[in-house]
Structure formats: structure tokens, C-alpha cells
């Protein structure tokens, strides 16, 4: 008969223990995952001190992303847990960072409308829908230094650059609606204001650069730009910008 030590548990005092459910428990040991080192004489799963540890490891690397073929391997013979904390620790880190950015940007939103009455749901909705699309594209090493840009140039600074590329992409619109060949050399202006407000906002950083890009690709000009830019306009400038390559 095997006797239960101190350091073993069953399957539902374990599930109990960490938050886990039984039937994950199970689903683990049915494909070799996380085996329980004993079984007691009436066939209930015990595991010991080192199922928990495994445990451990493939609850942290399930966290971090990885499939479960992918943490099997990981886990492989001879693998060093230090590096499963590692891993799991910088991925605490990154969520923690994502936390204090969103506490940031809601006292920001707080802030922008102290005074200003109660704020509508559309408000709100605008509000969800830039911060999902800016975390969706964008890093939080990204976030970070386009949060540090704004707060250097201030709500004036802000504002400035906001209409600078209003009346920026006015005067693309009025080219393009007006025929101007794209190739046209006085349009050259256009493409030196267009490179100065980008390097202005990317910081000169070509990976905020390339978020940015796959952000337009992805949502198209009129989602990503809120409604400032159209698709005919985007597509104008982006031939009078290869002309000026």
C-alpha cells in the first residue's frame, strides 16, 4: 500500500491549492505533461514536490504564450528552471509596465475632462478604441517613448503638430483633387513637411516607424488617422513620395 507523504496531494487538493481546474489536471497527465509520481492503492493521482515544480514551469511558460507542444520542449530533459523564471519574471515586468501606462492615460483622460461636464459613451468608445489599436501595433518600450514625446512637447506642442498635419494633408488633397502629377517638383515641399512630422513623431525610431506603417496597412488610412486622412489622398502621397526617392 502506498502511503501518502506529508509533501503529496491529490489531484483536487492541488487544483484547490493553485486555481487550476481538476479537468486541466487531468488533460496534463493524459498527454504526458505533468504526470503524477504516485498513485494511491485506490488508483487517485499524488503528486509530490516535484509535479509541483513542473507545474510551476508550465503555468508560467503557458503565461508567456507558448503552446503546449512548445512547453514540453522547453521542458525537456536536463532544462534549466532559472530560465523559466527569467522568462516569467520579464513577462510580469511587461505587464506591469502595460498597467502603469493605462493608469496614466485614464488619469490623463480624467484630467482632460475635469470641467468639461460628463463625459458621453461615444467619448468613452473613442477613448477603448485608440488605446486598443495603439497597444495592438505598438510595444510598450514603443509606448513609452511616444508617451515620453507628447509629454515633452506639451498640450501646445501637441496641438501644433495636429494642425500641422491638418494643413498638410489639406494641401495634399487639393494637389491630388487638382491633377498635379506626382512627379511634379513643386511638390517637393510637401514631401520634406510630410518626413519632418514623421521623424518628429517616431522620434527618428525606424521600429515606431514600421508600427506605424503596419498600422495604416493594416486598418487603412481613414481608421488609423481617424478620419484625417482618406485612402485616395494616402495613396497620392505615398506616389508623390516615391517620386521624391
Known amino acids: 500500500m502506498i502511503t501518502k507523504h506529508k509533501e503529496q496531494r491529490k489531484v483536487g487538493e492541488l487544483a484547490a491549492e493553485t486555481g487550476l481546474t481538476v479537468r486541466t ?25 516535484d509535479d509541483v515544480r513542473r507545474l510551476y514551469r508550465i503555468v508560467a511558460l503557458r503565461q508567456i504564450g507558448l503552446s503546449l507542444e512548445e512547453v514540453r520542449t522547453s521542458l525537456g530533459e536536463g532544462s534549466d528552471p532559472r530560465e523559466t523564471l527569467q522568462r516569467h519574471l520579464g513577462e510580469i515586468e511587461r505587464r506591469i509596465d502595460l498597467h502603469e501606462r493605462l493608469r496614466a492615460r485614464v ?47 506639451g498640450d501646445e506642442g501637441m496641438a501644433k503638430a495636429q494642425q500641422d498635419w491638418a494643413d498638410l494633408i489639406a494641401e495634399v488633397e487639393a494637389e491630388r483633387v487638382a491633377g498635379t502629377d506626382p ?6 515641399d510637401l514631401v520634406r513637411r ?52
Open 25 to 49: 489536471l487531468h488533460h496534463y497527465d493524459e498527454i504526458g505533461l505533468l504526470v503524477p509520481s504516485e498513485r494511491s492503492s485506490s488508483g487517485h493521482r499524488l503528486y509530490g514536490e
Open 107 to 153: 488619469q490623463g483622460i480624467l484630467t482632460a475632462l475635469d470641467g468639461a461636464g460628463e463625459p458621453t459613451p461615444e467619448q468613452f468608445v473613442e477613448i477603448l478604441e485608440v488605446m486598443t489599436r495603439m497597444e495592438k501595433y505598438y510595444t510598450p518600450e514603443q509606448l513609452a517613448q511616444l508617451e515620453q514625446r507628447r509629454n515633452d512637447l
Open 183 to 188: 512627379t511634379d517638383p513643386k511638390l517637393q
Open 194 to 245: 510630410w518626413n519632418a512630422l514623421i521623424e518628429a513623431f517616431t522620434g527618428g525610431d525606424p521600429g515606431i516607424r514600421q508600427s506605424l506603417q503596419k498600422m495604416y496597412d493594416t486598418e487603412g488610412p481613414e481608421t488609423a488617422s481617424r478620419g484625417a486622412v482618406n485612402a485616395e489622398a494616402m495613396a497620392y502621397m505615398q506616389q508623390v513620395l516615391q517620386a521624391g526617392n
